[in-house]
């Protein structure tokens, strides 16, 4: 599991069986700094995330088995939003904030 920002949405009309009726997001991982990396995912929105939102993302069968279907072609799946991370008492999610 990792930590991303939503940046984008994607609009796939033709796509796999296993993915109608799903919204697919690009999120941008962050590191623990809530800098951005430089790599981009399609991660399928399991809670109603949003542009901009700090999301927690499943990656691989535990991906599949958030969307019920071990065949489906679901590889990331976000399955969290996060209001606030805490590290040795040091709030990052507040700074992220601020950044934007």
Known sequence: MWLGKVVGTVVAPT???SLIGNKLLVVQP???D?????SLQV????VGAGNSDTVLVSTG???RRVMNNDNSAVDAAIVG?????DLE???KAQY???KG
């Open 81 to 85: 939003i996060v209001e606030n991370i």
């Open 89 to 91: 008492g040091i709030s």
């Open 15 to 17: 796509k796999n069986e």
């Open 43 to 46: 991660a399928v929105d399991t």
């Open 30 to 32: 962050l590191n623990l």
């Open 61 to 63: 069968s535990s991906a």
């Open 34 to 38: 809530g800098m951005n990396t430089i």
């Open 96 to 98: 992220w904030v601020q």
